[in-house]
């Protein structure tokens, strides 16, 4: 799947509130349902550092608004690995389980890139949110650096609103989960999950 942001410099006007509560005890803090999508022999037992310049800076679930030049519109931090699938639970409690059942103006779209994960190569959770076919920012959690990124036009709401829920909700699901294991039996004809192509899934709409 396919999704680039628009060219427009407008702002789009986006409230700084979550149009929903989140209660701590009405949320499954356990990480198995992630293993369902994520198998544990399709994630790394450790993170490769990473490359870029700019990347190797980053600080471990700590945001420098200031890291990228404006013109990337982007911001980013560093996971550590032994809360990865703490950070895919929080990513699918926040964006599937409250955005995706709030829904009327903006869409979700939850993908893997690439779509199937076999052998060797960088592997990432992609989250697009998108308001009348125009990217809001666009959420790469990259699984084989631990690099969490988001990049479009509203990224900064992304830091001062949707970040430090998901930094509360990762601390959360570690808490309920004080022994994640990694399976290091790592099987090469790993596949990914795409939700959007489960025919129920595919158009998961979120509002603001």
């Known amino acids: 799947m396919s999704n680039s942001s628009s060219a427009h410099d407008a702002?789009?006007?986006?409230?700084?509130?979550?149009?929903?509560?989140?209660?701590?005890?009405?949320?499954?803090k356990s990480?198995?349902?992630?293993?369902?999508?994520?198998?544990?022999?399709?994630?790394?037992?450790?993170?490769?550092?990473?490359?870029?310049?700019?990347?190797k800076k980053l600080q471990y679930e700590i945001i420098d608004p200031n890291?990228?030049?404006?013109?990337?519109?982007?911001?980013?931090?560093?996971?550590?690995?032994?809360?990865?699938?703490?950070?895919i639970r929080a990513l699918g409690v926040l964006y599937y389980e409250h955005f995706g059942k709030k829904a009327e103006l903006f869409q979700v779209d939850w993908y893997d890139d690439p779509h199937q994960w076999e052998g060797e190569g960088n592997k990432a959770i992609c989250i697009n949110l998108t308001n009348d076919k125009q990217l809001i920012y666009k959420i790469t959690l990259f699984i084989t650096?631990?690099?969490?990124?988001?990049q479009g036009l509203s990224k900064d709401l992304f830091t001062t609103r949707d970040f430090p829920t998901l930094v509360?909700?990762?601390?959360?699901?570690?808490?309920?989960?004080?022994?994640?294991?990694?399976?290091?039996?790592?099987?090469?004809?790993?596949?990914?999950?795409?939700?959007n192509s489960i025919e129920e899934s595919t158009s998961v709409k979120i509002s603001f």
């Open 11 to 28: 702002q789009i006007s986006m409230s700084d509130k979550f149009p929903f509560e989140i209660h701590e005890d009405e949320i499954d």
């Open 31 to 55: 990480v198995t349902p992630i293993f369902k999508d994520y198998p544990r022999e399709c994630l790394p037992e450790k993170f490769k550092n990473p490359s870029g310049a700019k990347a």
């Open 67 to 87: 890291l990228y030049e404006p013109p990337a519109r982007m911001v980013a931090c560093r996971i550590k690995r032994n809360r990865l699938e703490a950070w």
């Open 145 to 150: 650096t631990g690099v969490l990124q988001a």
């Open 168 to 195: 509360n909700l990762v601390h959360c699901i570690c808490v309920h989960n004080p022994s994640l294991i990694v399976n290091t039996d790592v099987d090469s004809t790993c596949k990914s999950s795409d939700k």
